[in-house]
């Protein structure tokens, strides 16, 4: 048996250790899954949508003990982990409401009718990230239950201690043993058995583009469904007739949440070339403002990357002689910190602005026209999400439908809400999450022909 020692990534001490699954744990958790399959899926719809209800009260009433196991475990700031904490909620509410609205069709046809039902997939397999353990878990683990099937989810290496917690939450609530499964352990154990195992009738993995595409090899050896949501080198474009304070002062924030882990992290900024040095001189007190620190403080904003690797991946995008026009502040000490980094001007073949640096590192890029924004923006294999600034409500809707990507915000730099859908074009996923469609994509449609003539 394997132990991890989760670290707070802070303070570099540890958190706690974890027995990870092994190949057989996970083949004995997808054997209580798939016996506790036909009974979840014939529980009534009004009385499945009341567990999940009661599974939301006790998440509910469980913020603050989440939240500190998500400070402590992955970093984040306090006031983001109970919002995540509470985000994990709102998401079980909303899908609670899906089990009684599963609704087939009736299709007109000559000599009968016609019927359609939406029927469970079956066992599905949730395969989560690092950089936002709750959510993630959440957006997977929700529809699917709602949906009627079974879950077997797997937390990332470095961050299981929520996710565990949450499955443990659904047992006090009332959820039937088999129903809910959370299994710590390595992607290439657990993960990939659940990839492999033919029971396990759907994988929703988030994660790297690269393991994304074993993960869709692996299914397709079964023909098992996938969902994919991986990673992004999002635009956030700057024209010359926007409120510039307003894209300033957003910017830090679109890439540098979570410490830019991120895979929304609008982490190229294009700016049209009349306004540029307008934006860099309102851009940098915003970057140097960002409140990094101890992420127990309730003020903090930014926390420490997820580990030494990582840091150390992070950094060497950023090498000596590296065109840094300025950077925020980080504690020193123990703890994996990075400062939130800009670079300008960066070549087109700078590794830092062609590849996903998942880390609070942002380049600046002018344009000199539309055409040209939306051309350097597609210019990457990702397409996940973007931001545009403008006052012409023209060029917004123009822009927006130019660019490659599946979720973009118009002067704001939030577009994700568990209730409208989100996921990638290109090699940015496959599939969408969230949003009243989201069941869906946990069902298969069956059609039945009932014949009505003597
Ligand atoms: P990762 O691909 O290394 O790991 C993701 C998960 O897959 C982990 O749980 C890991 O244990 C598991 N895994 C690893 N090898 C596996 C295998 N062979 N079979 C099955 N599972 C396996 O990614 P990461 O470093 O944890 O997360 C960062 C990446 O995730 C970034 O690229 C980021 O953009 C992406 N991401 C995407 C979204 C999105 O919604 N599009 C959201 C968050 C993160």
């Not at 304070?245 to 910017?251: L, S, V």
């Not at 420490?304 to 980080?330: K, M």
């Amino acid at each position: 048996m394997s132990q991890f020692t989760v670290l707070n990534p802070a303070t570099e001490q540890a958190v706690t250790t974890l027995t990870q699954a092994s190949a057989e744990d996970t083949d004995a958790a997808i054997g209580r899954a798939a016996a506790a399959q036909e009974r979840w899926r014939a529980v009534a719809p009004g009385e499945r949508a009341g567990l999940l209800r009661r599974f939301a009260a006790a998440v509910d009433s469980h913020v603050e003990e989440l939240a500190g196991l998500e400070v402590a475990g992955s970093g984040h700031p306090v006031g983001q982990a109970r919002w995540e904490a509470g985000h994990v909620r709102d998401v079980l509410l909303y899908y609670s409401a899906t089990p009684e609205r599963l609704i087939g069709k009736q299709i007109p046809v000559p000599g009968g009718l016609n019927v359609t039902f939406h029927e469970p997939v079956g066992m599905v397999g949730l395969i989560v990230p690092w950089n936002f353990p709750m959510p993630i878990f959440a957006w997977g683990m929700a529809p699917a239950l709602a949906a009627g099937n079974t879950v077997v989810a797997k937390p990332a290496e470095l961050t299981p201690l929520t996710a565990v917690r949450i499955g443990e939450l659904a047992l006090e609530a009332g959820l039937p043993e088999g129903v809910l499964q959370v299994l710590p352990g390595k992607g290439s154990v657990v993960g990939q058995r659940l990839v492999d195992h033919p029971a396990v009738r759907k994988i929703v993995f988030t994660g790297s583009t690269e393991v994304g595409s074993q993960v869709m090899a692996g299914c397709a050896r079964h023909i098992k469904r996938v969902t994919l949501e991986l990673g992004g080198k999002s635009a956030n474009i700057v024209f010359a007739d926007a409120d510039l304070e307003r894209a300033a002062a957003t910017a830090p924030y679109a890439v540098f949440d979570n410490a830019g882990q991120d895979c929304c992290a609008r982490s190229r900024i294009l700016v049209q070339r009349s306004v540029l040095d307008r934006f860099m001189e309102l851009f940098e007190p915003a970057v140097k403002g960002v409140a990094v620190g101890d992420p127990a403080s309730p003020g903090t904003e930014m926390g420490p990357l997820i580990s030494a690797a990582h840091r150390q991946h992070v950094a060497a995008y950023v090498p000596d002689g590296a065109p840094v026009a300025f950077r925020g502040s980080a504690p020193d000490g123990p703890g994996f910190w990075y400062p939130p980094t800009v670079l300008a001007p960066v070549g087109a073949d700078d590794p830092a602005y062609t590849e996903e640096v998942f880390g609070p590192v942002v380049t600046v890029t002018p344009f000199d026209d539309e055409a040209e924004a939306v051309t350097i923006a597609n210019d990457t294999p990702y397409g996940l999400s973007g931001s545009i600034f403008t006052s012409d409500v023209g060029r917004a809707i123009r822009v927006a439908r130019a660019v490659e990507t599946g979720n973009l915000s118009v002067n704001s730099h939030s577009s994700v809400r568990y209730w409208t859908p989100f996921g990638g074009f290109k090699q940015s996923g496959l599939g969408r999450e969230l949003g009243p469609d989201a069941p869906d994509a946990f069902t298969e449609t069956k059609n039945v022909f009932i014949a009505t003539e003597p």
